[in-house]
């Protein structure tokens, strides 16, 4: 299991990278395969049929270079994205781009609890809420 979520982003650009790749090998084949059929097809007895059926193979090989082509492109690009996530800035660095208001925090608050954060324009929030004084005791939180 990934120890950070930096290193989770490059073990799934990694997984992409190499599904796509695969996917493009296979496709490869396939349109060699398709090829072949296509010239066989056109060394055997000529009627309207068979020329019809080679290019079918034909177009399908086509189609499967294309589709090679776009799964080296993806390999490549998430091959990429692996590199940049091993590069990227760790998460203790992204505390010194920019300081955060007093009583905020990157990853989690520091004490239980909601902590508020106050729109444009809006009154401040109460640090206590008012109780009343005879229902004090209930709303009383001992730290």
Do not use: W
């Not at 190499?18 to 493009?24: D, F, I, L, M």
């Not at 309207?48 to 177009?59: H, M, P, Q, R």
């Not at 998430?78 to 990157?106: F, N, V, Y």
């Not at 004084?133 to 730290?143: G, Q, R, S, T, V």
Request: hydrophobic content about 40%.
């Amino acid at each position: 299991m990934a120890s950070s979520m930096k290193q989770h982003l490059a073990d799934v650009h990694k997984k992409i990278a190499a599904h796509h790749a695969n996917e493009s090998l296979s496709h490869a084949n396939r349109a060699q395969h398709f090829k072949k059929l296509a010239a066989h097809i056109g060394k055997s007895e000529v009627t309207e049929a068979t020329k019809d059926s080679a290019a079918i193979l034909a177009a399908l090989a086509g189609e499967h270079e294309e589709m090679s082509q776009e799964h080296d492109n993806m390999a490549a690009y998430h091959a990429d994205c692996q590199e940049k996530c091993r590069k990227a800035t760790d998460t203790e660095d992204l505390t010194k781009l920019a300081p955060l208001p007093p009583g905020m925090s990157a990853l989690t608050p520091s004490k239980p609890g909601i902590i508020a954060v106050p729109r444009a324009g809006q009154q401040l929030v109460p640090e206590k809420i008012p109780v009343p004084a005879e229902f004090e005791k209930l709303a009383d939180i001992e730290a």
